[in-house]
């Protein structure tokens, strides 16, 4: 009990939120790391799985294949990169690990979204003429919309809670604090990180969860 409060003073202390080692800009560096990722990541995993789902073929291989990134421990693949020839690319090495990991929840749900569609609208689209093209962006995309936004969610909050590791290959973001905490044997300090960490990864959660509710039509899955 006495870690935790002496965590809120922590938190609670306006020294601890400014400089070059404040919370403001720890939270800035995270924040930039996580958006990076998350748009390399959709810039892979999102066009493939739409591709694949609009065809009907490749998609359960390129899943699991996808899958096997999980199995892997971020911080060991954070660790053989940094002693690869990618180890000298500044935050390179963190950022490739990162996607890894945030590729298989993107690639899955926009696969299952796009197969998920009901195939007989899309027959219907088809004997109205319309192309593959226009079925795939007026058709099937809406409909899958919601899973794809949810990998997106699901993505980004778990890029969150793991872009902590950047600390251990010196780069920035709130996994600082936490190591700043160990290196001086500050638990309060540890914990205060950690729960930074945690406040960041719900607010990203309702944030997504709230445009979810604010969506369109389209982005609700209704096609027109």
Known sequence: MNTLALAWDWLTNQAN???ANGVWHRLGQHLYLTSVCLVISCAIALPVALVLGHL???????VNISNVGRAVPTFAVLVLLLLSP????????TIIALVLFAVPPLLTNAYVG?????????????????T???????VELPLATPLI???????????VATATIAALAG??????????GFNLASTPQVVAGAVLVAAFALLVEAVFVLVERLAPDWGRGRAR
Do not use: E, Y
């Open 86 to 93: 990618i180890g000298g690319w500044g935050d390179w090495p």
């Open 132 to 138: 593959g093209s226009q079925t795939l962006f007026r």
């Open 171 to 180: 780069g920035g973001g709130l996994g600082r604090i936490i190591t700043a």
């Open 114 to 130: 796009m197969r998920g569609v009901d195939q007989d609208v899309v027959r219907a689209a088809r004997g109205m003429g319309m």
């Open 17 to 19: 939120w400014s400089g």
């Open 149 to 159: 936004v949810t990998g997106v969610r699901i993505a980004a909050v778990q890029l």
């Open 56 to 62: 009907g073929k490749g998609g359960a291989l390129a």
